[in-house]
């Protein structure tokens, strides 16, 4: 791939060395993909604070073709979606948002449907709506998303 722009959601991150992060992160068009961030834990690199999880970013990244894992060039935090850090139920709500998104977009398919879905229920769970019946509706749309809707007639 190409060095390529995009924005993306961050799924999950992890450290791989004192100063540099591995970023899971949903993108529209190459789905949730794997990136390493050298240096971005340097106080110097300015970019702490910007990857951190459910952060909606605009990223440039690239690498070879089919790579497990490609690197990051710079980013930009569009929105940190603070809301969600304030209430332990609205961020176990948002990561099992993310874990149904992420478990639908394998890397290098396009994954818009998805990357959609996802941001808008997060900003409506950083709005402070009702956490329960939010999941539940976001879920339910998140299966249909996938083509795994339950049957619920009765």
Partial sequence: MRRTSSPGIVLRRW???ENSQVLRILTPKWGAVSILAKGVNRLKSGQIGIYDTW???EIEFGG????????????????RM???SGDTRRLVAA???AELAELGSPPGQPAARLFLWLHRWLEHLASGAPVD??????VLE???ELGLQPDLDI
């Avoid at 073709?65 to 930009?76: D, F, R, T, V």
């Avoid at 019946?133 to 976001?138: E, T």
């Fill in 95 to 97: 990561g099992i948002l």
């Fill in 142 to 144: 998140g299966l249909h």
């Fill in 55 to 57: 952060a909606l970013v």
């Fill in 133 to 138: 019946a939010l999941l539940s509706a976001a």
């Fill in 15 to 17: 450290p791989y060395s």
């Fill in 82 to 84: 603070s809301g969600l």
């Fill in 64 to 79: 070879k073709e089919g790579a497990e894992m490609y690197n990051l060039y710079s980013g930009k935090l569009l929105d």
